[in-house]
């Protein structure tokens, strides 16, 4: 973030109190904070009865090994059986899970009831190919009813998946499908994207080349185009499951039985994989998207517009919704096809009263202007959220007012990867919101903004952003590196969990969340790692060195900026080494990754010591118009960053 837009920021002092009917029948009221400071272990013990146990736990939390939590001691339950059994056992199996829309207009309509045929079929599929409780499976499917029956397979069998995000590439299939070593990859032909087939199944192929272990594709039929088979090992989900019972009993495993591993980018080269575990993720699912949406499940119909191959689509578009028996909406194409009103089109026709999605979506919107939206009815919402960045105020005014028809409450939410949950937002019922800032911690989470030694800053000043103690959904470990884990998260400042952002709090104490400290980026909420990228660029066979630096955007937050020197047989290449090199990252990364601009450049400038002084080339990067298309860097360029390194 600028200093200029920081300041903007400080200067905020719009405010937005509950609506009256909205507090009147709000699910939290204000006094939940004092009740879950009073007694945490048994606000959260009774948060847990959201949760059918097929056995009770004997304790809360075990934090007697930091920072390694235990939650739920001794409970045992069934993912699986949560999401869907018991609400068809209680009478709910004719009640929509989701109503499903395709970008080219096809449409699926789920009950409760048909979700649970079609994940014990799946259960049972996984079962006929040897899928053993803990085994992995590595899911890479576009956004399908089969996403989430694929997920609720394998957690019904104890088999923690792993979603990889249809937009990533063979490479990085590759890389995560080794690190946890998954036997078994879920995926499609395709999906359909802008208009067009994004293919799947070719990426699995070329994945696997290199994964020898992995012994099975079940491959969902979506695009209908030719791909590849290697028999024996290919099967069609629709011949393949579709033969199997629909009956399955569920097995009931331990509180901490992993659930799922979802990888993200850190600061280092390699991802992480983050482990959650089942009783606590749940719990945690149930009770945020319960509070922080005000949702009455009866009469909802949820939207989280994001996708499943991130956190924001497991724990609210699958975990959480589920749990408590939402309707939820789910879109599988992109907001602008086949025209730029396709959101509030489904937001009319389904009659959303709830929607959650990232101010990246929300600048992009603003953009092309509130006629757009206009063309719809969008009285049916009743609370708007934002979710992955920081939202500035700009955008959350229009968003309030121009989707919200300025009587929605904004909850801006703050959590990660990591968090599992919703961890600092305003509650719709009972708090005020302020344009730009997430508020605060949520009855029973602990959050702090501190300064380098650890210390809580006064109301008025800025630090770094921690929490303060164990919360249910909080990932476990990076999968298969417990040191990591230790050292990433809990080594920065005695016993507190340091997330790797920046904020402040106000006079108020409210919290203002401003992005990332550390060499990780948010490209439209997507959380990518400068010495990922840096790798990528290093590995292709004309260049030297690379840095990459994230520089703010008005649409996506920030973008990928590259500085790469090119080693001598590569000069003299021009926009045609860019536009190679810009490919290079998409095929190893994805196209998510691809910088937006890369300068060619005869240096970087580094500190005696050796390392890249990124935050001059940020400067760099934010104050020269560098454009679309990349220019070769000039002395200007470079006389920039020398001056900036004398001074
Ligand atoms: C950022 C997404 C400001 C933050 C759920 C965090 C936010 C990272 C907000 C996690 C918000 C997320 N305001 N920043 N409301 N929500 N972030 O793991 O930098 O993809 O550390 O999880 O997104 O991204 P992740």
């Keep these: 973030m600028t200093q200029e837009a920081l300041s903007n920021l400080l200067h905020e002092t719009r405010r937005f109190d509950p609506p009256e009917d909205l507090a009147a029948s709000a699910n939290v009221t204000a006094d939940a904070y004092e009740q879950a400071e009073a007694d945490n272990a048994g606000f959260w013990a009774e948060q847990a009865k959201r949760i059918s146990w097929a056995e009770p736990f004997d304790e809360v939390l075990d934090w007697s090994r930091p920072p390694f939590a235990k939650w739920f001691v001794g409970g045992r339950l069934n993912a699986a059986y949560n999401c869907v059994d018991r609400h068809v056992e209680a009478g709910s199996g004719a009640r929509v899970a989701y109503h499903w829309e395709g970008e080219p207009g096809d449409t699926r309509t789920i009950t409760y009831a048909d979700l649970l045929d079609e994940v014990c079929k799946a259960a049972n599929a996984l079962i006929e190919l040897g899928v053993k409780t803990g085994d992995r499976v590595a899911i890479y499917l576009p956004m399908l009813p089969e996403t989430v029956i694929a997920m609720l397979a394998c957690a019904r069998l104890g088999a923690p998946h792993t979603v990889v995000f249809g937009g990533f590439s063979s490479s990085a299939l590759r890389d995560r499908i080794i690190d946890c070593e998954a036997h078994i990859v879920i995926t499609a032909d395709g999906g359909y994207r802008k208009g067009s087939i994004g293919p799947l199944k070719p990426a699995v192929d070329e994945a696997l080349k290199e994964c020898p272990d992995v012994r099975n594709v079940l491959v969902v039929r979506r695009t209908k185009q030719d791909v590849d088979w290697t028999d024996g090992r290919d099967l069609w989900w629709h011949e393949f499951v579709d033969k199997q019972s629909t009956e399955h009993t569920p097995e009931a495993f331990d509180a901490e039985h992993p659930l799922y591993v979802m990888y993200t980018s850190g600061t280092t080269g390699t991802p992480k994989g983050i482990l959650h575990t089942t009783g606590g993720y749940l719990v945690g699912c149930a009770y945020t998207q319960w509070a922080v949406f005000d949702l009455k499940p009866d009469t909802d119909v949820y939207w989280t517009a994001a996708d499943i191959g991130w956190v924001t689509g497991h724990s609210y578009i699958v975990y959480g919704p589920l749990a408590n028996g939402t309707t939820s909406i789910m879109y599988e194409g992109t907001p602008d096809t086949p025209h730029p009103g396709r959101w509030w089109e489904i937001i009319e026709k389904y009659q959303a009263t709830i929607l959650y999605c990232a101010p990246t979506a929300i600048r992009t919107f603003m953009k092309l202007g509130e006629q757009i939206p206009a063309k719809n009815d969008l009285s049916s919402l ?244 560098v454009g679309d298309v990349t220019t070769l860097a000039d002395s200007d360029v470079m006389g920039t960053i020398e001056r900036g390194m004398s001074d």
């Design 382 to 625: 009743r609370i708007i959220g934002s979710v992955g960045e920081p939202i500035n105020p700009e955008a959350y005014v229009w968003y309030r007012k121009t989707i919200g028809g300025d009587r929605c409450p904004v909850v801006d939410t703050w959590w990660q990867t990591e968090t599992g949950m919703i961890m600092i937002s305003p509650l719709p019922g009972a708090t005020q919101g302020k344009p730009g800032s997430a508020m605060t911690p949520l009855p029973g989470v602990g959050a702090d903004v501190v300064d380098e030694s650890g210390t809580s800053v006064p109301n008025g000043s800025g630090g770094y952003l921690v929490l303060t103690k164990p919360w249910p959904a909080m990932l476990r470990t990076i999968w298969g590196d417990d040191q990591r884990f230790i050292d990433t998260y809990w080594s920065r400042h005695e016993g507190l969990y340091f997330a790797g952002d920046g904020a402040k709090k106000d006079e108020d104490g409210d919290i203002w969340v401003l992005g990332r400290v550390d060499d990780v980026m948010n490209v439209s909420g997507h959380r990518l790692s400068t010495t990922e990228i840096e790798s990528a660029l290093v590995s292709h066979p004309k260049v030297a060195e690379a840095a990459v630096v994230g520089s703010s955007d008005p649409t996506t937050g920030q973008a990928v900026v590259a500085f790469v020197i090119l080693r001598e047989s590569a000069h003299g290449g021009g926009d045609h080494v860019v536009q190679e090199l810009r490919n290079h990252v998409a095929t190893q990364i994805g196209p998510i990754a691809k910088p937006r601009s890369i300068l060619v450049v005869a240096e970087l400038p580094k500190t005696r010591s050796g390392k890249i002084m990124r935050r001059l080339l940020r400067d760099v990067a934010e104050h020269r118009d």
